[in-house]
């Protein structure tokens, strides 16, 4: 049985190193932002994304290495992002990891991205317990997820436009707020007043547990056309007003899918887990429908190697692979993953 791992992960634009062992836990892990990369251009240049991790990614494993005191003789297995996410990032992951794990004489593992978000709150202490219900909220994904093990996942809602993190980098950048969105509209949202705007929870009118964001979108534009000007504090209103639409757009399908499954677990994850209101809004659900709430420390909401490194550490056994040819998949539904019994 393979004990420790290192994980790799370069789906999108942060460059993300790990080492986990099965008995000792996380031993190190290590992150390279790419945003003052992509924030001139107001998002992620995929070439760009590419050509920084080729760069970083090296140097990331070796002090990984060297904080938790591994030889390569030490690593029994390499995991590493093999989708969804952008295909010329994914293939610096792949290609590392493959090479890494050729060199060593070890096996290697492609992690599903999502699936990695989706266990990340494995991590902690104390961590959650199967089954639970799950809320995915990314940059790239919204979606929510029945999960009565590792692989047995029942898509219950997703979004069929934007994800709630593409809302808030669009909404950012409508705002003059720059890129990434999310941290942006937070903080300046703290200084606004809700009850100045009123914009729509989309989609809460009707049955179901899909998500649409789009909407609300063209109703932050419209508006910031209707200001006469748009001021600090104006844009601070408009922040929060968007921030609390989808706040509560979330909170009420986190109740509705709750109560619908009947689980008494949410663990909720990705990059926008990390926003406070939201936890603060979905902690006083768990509260209310006496539901316990779990989520990822915020460094391990966005993409990171620890959570690629932990499901890698999951998968192995049912996923070991030798060999130097590897695949890459810039869309993989979380569904088609294989169950672990």
């Not at 008995?23 to 790419?34: C, I, M, T, V």
């Not at 902690?283 to 990822?296: A, H, K, R």
């Amino acid at each position: 049985m393979s004990e420790r791992i290192l994980g790799i992960e370069t789906s999108c634009d942060d460059t993300g190193v790990a080492i986990f062992d099965k008995r000792k836990g996380l031993l190190a892990h290590r992150l390279a932002s790419q945003v003052d990369l992509h924030q001139p251009y107001g998002g992620v240049v995929p070439e760009l994304a590419a050509r920084d991790h080729i760069r970083t990614v090296l140097p990331l494993i070796k002090k990984v290495m060297v904080e938790s005191e591994t030889m390569a003789e030490d690593i029994d297995a390499v995991a590493y992002t093999a989708g969804p996410g952008l295909a010329g990032a994914l293939l610096v992951g792949a290609s590392i990891g493959r090479s890494l794990a050729c060199a060593w004489e070890v096996p290697a593992v492609g992690v599903h991205h999502m699936e990695g978000h989706l266990l990340a709150p494995m991590l902690e202490t104390p961590a959650p317990e199967f089954p639970f219900l799950a809320l995915l909220v990314s940059g790239g994904h919204t979606m929510l997820v029945d999960v009565e093990g590792v692989g047995q996942y029942r898509l219950l809602g997703e979004s069929l436009d934007d994800a709630v993190g593409e809302a808030f980098d669009k909404t950012a950048k409508a705002l003059g707020l720059g890129y990434p969105g999310g941290p942006a509209i937070a903080r300046v949202a703290e200084k606004g007043y809700p009850e100045r705007f009123k914009l729509p929870r989309p989609m809460t009118d009707r049955p179901g547990l899909d998500f649409s964001f789009s909407g609300l979108k063209t109703a932050v534009i419209t508006t910031i056309q209707q200001c006469e000007t748009l001021d600090e504090q104006t844009v601070a209103d408009v922040a929060v007003a968007f921030q609390d639409a989808v706040v509560d757009t979330l909170t009420i399908k986190c109740r509705r899918a709750l109560q619908e499954t009947g689980r008494d677990t949410l663990v909720v994850s990705g990059g926008v887990s990390a926003n406070a209101q939201l936890r603060k809004k979905l902690s006083e659900l768990g509260e209310i429908e006496n539901v316990n709430v779990f989520y990822p420390r915020p460094e391990f909401c966005t993409d990171n190697g620890a959570m690629i490194a932990y499901t890698g550490s999951v998968r192995l056994n049912e996923n070991i692979s030798t060999e130097l040819g590897f695949d890459v998949f810039p869309r993989w539904s979380l569904m088609d993953l294989p169950p672990i019994e």
